[in-house]
């Protein structure tokens, strides 16, 4: 129930979300043709006015933007003194036009190719080329760019507002420009014609006053109609020069009005589409479909791996374990992960558990049987309660004490109980008195035994549990090593832990059995067990003291050469 609540919740969610965003798309899509229409409306009367003295002929040009954006068009003379051109029906003009067309006062971001000093780039007046001019310097300009390139220079050929061509030479070294000038006369085709000469002589004359108002040296004017290192000020007198100049050329400002068929000339009203309304309703339904189909795949996929579950988890105890299988990485496929991993790990668990039983009962059988021999044959009178007798028994006895005490702290560790009472200590003075203690034994076993660290390193640890884990090691190796062999204990300080390794000369661990070395009750050669008195769980108790230490402990080994077995404790 609650989660086709949640997914019928989404669904509506989704549908208005998706239904407005769509709406919204719609809506600026609208918008930006109707911006995109007005701007095409403005561009078109800018040039039709920059090209022409007067708006005398502009009725098509306006008639024809109608029939092209669907909008209604006014112009009218500055102040609204009378109408210029007139599309659709007759009605009042709102307070505010929508634009004023000026040639000589545009918006640059507007009209194409920018307007230098907000002045229609078509608005040429004087300086446009005649035919004759025309036919004269682009055969020029080509033979110019010709020259360069068969010199080894690269160029191109630009063109200044009213259709001057010039040569731009492509090289960013000013040097390389200026020679390749010199070479192909690249300054001759930049040189004004005799009627753009006069414009320009012109505009200088009627920029002199302003610049003399602003005490400014009145620099060359170029066809780009700009100051060569000239201020803000100086080109601002040359803009307003320019305007003068231009201003016989150019038809006078008028205020433009647009508006929509459906309310006249004014503010644009944005109807939908029947295409975008056709889309918001397949959007909305292809919403609801994909619910749907949504809400059908999640219910066969949460049933169906939650049913196989649910009979794995009733299967009855004692059972084979199954494993589910995982379809995915989501919640469902992560739960049967988990549940194959616990069943896995209880499998383990169980064996580990019939294993260890099996293993404590035969470590006790052969002291317990061992014990009772001895007693019954007491009771028969067979053996004689003498010293030899007694001493029998008491290793036995002590055979058992050992497992058991081995157990409990295996036990202990298992359970996270283990007591500790870590101190400073002197890793040295630990391996010597290792090496010591079991001197004796080593000696009598042709074995001999020494010690030696890196400095003095010192760390804080359990003493009596490290004495443990370091007699264990070296037992083992006194153990595994034949007459004439011998133990080396060594110690060294590693950043922030000691290294502590115990190797011997022995016959080795064969590679196969390194993983298992740990393991309780295992070790390689099952018949050495009762002769040397080994429980098994030695190196078992070295791994889960080093580890509640927070240590490490690492074995390696080649056959017929010795066995090395390192601890890395924390200072």
Same mark, same amino acid.
């Given at each position: 129930?609650?989660?086709?609540?949640?997914?019928?919740?989404?669904?509506?969610?989704?549908?208005?979300?998706?239904?407005?965003?769509?709406?919204?798309?719609?809506?600026?899509?609208?918008?930006?043709?109707?911006?995109?229409? %007005?701007?095409?409306?403005?561009?078109?009367?800018?040039?039709?006015?920059?090209?022409?003295?007067?708006?005398?002929?502009?009725?098509?040009?306006?008639?024809? *933007?109608?029939?092209?954006?669907?909008?209604?068009?006014?112009?009218?003379?500055?102040?609204?003194?009378?109408?210029?051109?007139?599309?659709?029906?007759?009605?009042? &003009?709102? %307070?505010?036009?929508?634009?004023?067309?000026?040639?000589?006062?545009?918006?640059?971001?507007?009209?194409?190719?920018?307007?230098?000093?907000?002045?229609?780039?078509?608005?040429?007046?004087?300086?446009?080329?005649?035919?004759?001019?025309?036919?004269?310097?682009?055969?020029?300009?080509?033979?110019? *760019?010709?020259?360069?390139?068969?010199?080894?220079?690269?160029?191109?050929?630009?063109?200044?507002?009213?259709?001057?061509?010039?040569?731009?030479?492509?090289?960013?070294?000013?040097?390389?420009?200026?020679?390749?000038? #010199?070479?192909?006369?690249?300054?001759?085709? @930049?040189? !004004?014609?005799?009627?753009?000469?006069?414009?320009?002589?012109?505009?200088?004359?009627?920029?002199?006053?302003?610049?003399?108002?602003?005490?400014?040296?009145? %620099?060359?004017?170029?066809?780009?109609?700009?100051?060569?290192?000239?201020?803000?000020?100086?080109?601002?007198?040359?803009?307003?020069?320019?305007?003068?100049? &231009?201003?016989?050329?150019?038809?006078?400002?008028?205020?433009?009005?647009?508006?929509?068929?459906?309310?006249?000339?004014?503010?644009?009203?944005?109807?939908?589409? !029947?295409?975008?309304?056709?889309?918001?309703?397949?959007?909305?339904?292809?919403?609801?479909?994909?619910?749907?189909?949504?809400?059908? &795949? +999640?219910?066969?996929? &949460?049933?169906?791996? *939650?049913?196989?579950?649910?009979? +794995?988890?009733?299967?009855?105890?004692?059972?084979?374990?199954?494993?589910?299988?995982?379809?995915?990485?989501?919640?469902?496929?992560?739960?049967?992960?988990?549940?194959?991993?616990?069943?896995?790990?209880?499998?383990?668990?169980? @064996?580990?558990?019939?294993?260890?039983?099996? $293993?404590?009962?035969?470590?006790?059988?052969?002291?317990?049987?061992?014990?009772?021999?001895?007693?019954?044959?007491?009771? $028969?009178?067979?053996?004689?309660?003498?010293?030899?007798?007694?001493?029998?028994?008491? @290793?036995?006895?002590? #055979?058992?004490?050992?497992?058991?005490?081995?157990? #409990?702290?295996?036990?202990?560790?298992?359970?996270?109980?283990?007591?500790?009472?870590?101190? !400073?200590?002197?890793?040295?003075?630990?391996? @010597?008195?290792?090496?010591?203690?079991?001197? +004796?034994?080593?000696?009598?076993?042709?074995?001999?035994?020494?010690?030696?660290?890196?400095?003095?390193?010192?760390?804080?640890?359990?003493?009596?549990?490290?004495?443990?884990?370091?007699?264990?090691?070296?037992?083992?190796?006194?153990?595994?090593?034949?007459?004439?062999?011998?133990?080396?204990?060594?110690?060294?300080?590693?950043?922030?832990?000691?290294?502590?390794?115990?190797?011997?000369?022995?016959?080795?661990?064969?590679?196969?059995?390194?993983?298992?070395?740990?393991?309780?009750?295992?070790?390689?050669?099952?018949?050495?067990?009762?002769?040397?008195?080994?429980?098994?769980?030695?190196?078992?108790?070295?791994?889960?003291?080093?580890?509640?230490?927070?240590?490490?402990?690492?074995?390696?080994?080649?056959?017929?050469?010795?066995?090395?077995?390192?601890?890395?404790?924390?200072?």
């Amino acid at each position: 129930m609650a989660a086709s609540v949640l997914i019928a919740v989404c669904s509506v969610a989704a549908t208005a979300w998706l239904a407005a965003r769509t709406t919204a798309q719609a809506v600026r899509k609208e918008q930006g043709q109707v911006l995109a229409d %007005d701007t095409v409306i403005y561009t078109t009367l800018v040039g039709y006015a920059a090209t022409h003295p007067t708006w005398d002929d502009v009725q098509p040009v306006v008639r024809a *933007l109608a029939r092209r954006t669907g909008r209604t068009i006014t112009l009218t003379a500055r102040g609204r003194t009378r109408a210029l051109a007139r599309t659709g029906p007759v009605a009042a &003009l709102p %307070d505010r036009a929508s634009a004023v067309v000026d040639p000589l006062h545009v918006d640059a971001s507007v009209v194409t190719g920018g307007a230098a000093g907000g002045i229609d780039p078509r608005a040429l007046g004087p300086y446009r080329l005649t035919e004759a001019e025309r036919r004269v310097l682009d055969p020029y300009a080509g033979k110019v *760019l010709s020259c360069l390139r068969s010199v080894g220079y690269t160029g191109r050929i630009a063109r200044w507002a009213n259709g001057h061509p010039y040569v731009v030479v492509g090289a960013t070294d000013y040097d390389v420009r200026i020679k390749a000038s #010199q070479i192909c006369h690249t300054a001759g085709l @930049e040189r !004004p014609t005799a009627d753009e000469t006069k414009a320009l002589t012109r505009l200088r004359t009627l920029a002199a006053d302003c610049l003399r108002r602003h005490d400014l040296k009145q %620099d060359a004017i170029g066809l780009d109609f700009t100051v060569p290192n000239g201020s803000a000020t100086a080109q601002t007198c040359v803009d307003s020069a320019r305007r003068e100049q &231009l201003t016989p050329y150019v038809a006078p400002a008028a205020q433009l009005y647009v508006g929509s068929p459906s309310q006249g000339t004014g503010t644009a009203v944005f109807d939908l589409s !029947p295409a975008n309304t056709v889309r918001i309703a397949g959007v909305a339904g292809l919403v609801l479909l994909v619910t749907v189909s949504v809400t059908v &795949l +999640a219910g066969i996929r &949460l049933v169906r791996p *939650l049913r196989a579950l649910t009979e +794995a988890a009733l299967r009855p105890a004692g059972s084979s374990p199954v494993r589910v299988p995982v379809t995915g990485n989501d919640e469902i496929g992560r739960l049967a992960a988990a549940f194959n991993d616990l069943s896995e790990r209880r499998e383990r668990l169980e @064996e580990q558990r019939k294993a260890m039983t099996s $293993d404590i009962a035969h470590e006790l059988r052969t002291p317990l049987g061992n014990i009772r021999s001895w007693l019954e044959a007491a009771e $028969d009178g067979i053996a004689v309660p003498d010293t030899a007798f007694t001493s029998s028994l008491l @290793e036995e006895a002590l #055979q058992l004490q050992h497992i058991i005490d081995d157990l #409990q702290d295996l036990a202990a560790a298992d359970a996270g109980t283990l007591a500790l009472h870590p101190e !400073p200590l002197y890793v040295r003075d630990l391996l @010597e008195h290792a090496a010591a203690a079991y001197g +004796a034994r080593a000696a009598a076993a042709g074995v001999t035994v020494a010690s030696g660290t890196d400095g003095d390193p010192v760390l804080t640890a359990d003493p009596v549990r490290l004495r443990q884990i370091v007699g264990n090691l070296v037992s083992n190796a006194v153990r595994h090593t034949p007459h004439g062999g011998s133990v080396t204990l060594s110690a060294r300080r590693e950043a922030d832990r000691v290294l502590i390794e115990v190797a011997d000369t022995g016959a080795g661990i064969p590679p196969e059995d390194l993983p298992r070395v740990f393991d309780r009750f295992w070790r390689a050669d099952k018949s050495r067990r009762r002769l040397t008195g080994s429980s098994g769980l030695g190196l078992a108790i070295v791994r889960r003291l080093v580890e509640a230490h927070g240590g490490t402990v690492a074995v390696r080994s080649t056959p017929g050469e010795g066995t090395v077995f390192s601890l890395r404790l924390p200072v």
